[in-house]
């Protein structure tokens, strides 16, 4: 249809928006079009009470079929899809991000577990080595203990041989004591 061939009475201003039908940006720019149209025709009626005239209806169409309008159409739609489709995809990137993380904490428990075994190995081969230097250890000082029990043992055998021979050396003094004295008394 050529522009002089339609009829004036209605607005064609879906053709210049929608390209064809799989337009989604044409479609939601054609929406928003028609909230701004009822917008238009509620205003009118809440301030004069009736119905836009047909010198409003005609005003309205060349309004919104200015170039700039169909422009500012197509770009609040655009920036509407836009943000839809980051909406959707911003929740699927934090979808994708924690199933990255699974997947390498994942890899990196399966590549480290080899590491783990080596470092519980390692731990057991330290603390039986450190059982193995407690006992030796222990030992030793009971080695020295021991020294130090023979020592004093000696000590004690070496006193009581100093005691018995003093007493022994006491009883033959006595001993010779008495025999003297009684051979300076004549009892023999």
């Not at 339609?6 to 929608?18: F, M």
């Not at 959707?88 to 904490?105: I, K, P, R």
């Not at 990196?108 to 080899?114: K, R």
């Not at 000082?141 to 006491?170: D, P, W």
Request: glycine share 6%; hydrophobic share 40%.
């Amino acid at each position: 249809m050529v522009e002089e061939d339609k009829n004036p009475n209605y607005n064609w201003i879906y053709e210049r928006l929608v390209q064809d039908e799989n337009d989604l940006v044409g479609a939601i720019a054609y929406v928003l079009y028609k909230q701004q149209k009822i917008e238009f025709i509620e205003g009118i009626e809440r301030a004069s009470g009736t119905d836009p005239s047909a010198e409003q209806w005609a005003e309205f169409h060349r309004l919104t079929c200015l170039e700039s309008s169909i422009l500012n159409y197509q770009k609040r739609a655009e920036d509407l899809v836009n943000q839809f489709l980051r909406n959707m995809l911003s929740g699927h990137v934090e979808q994708l991000d924690a199933q990255a993380a699974q997947h390498m904490a994942a890899r990196v428990d399966l590549v480290t577990a080899g590491l783990r075994e080596k470092i519980i190995d390692l731990e057991n081969s330290i603390n039986t080595n450190h059982a193995v230097i407690n006992a030796e250890i222990t030992n030793k000082k009971s080695i020295l203990n021991r020294l130090g029990e023979a020592f004093l043992n000696i000590l004690y055998g070496l006193a009581i041989i100093a005691i018995v021979g003093g007493i022994f050396n006491g009883y033959k003094w006595i001993s010779s004591l008495n025999s003297q004295a009684e051979s300076a008394s004549g009892i023999e």
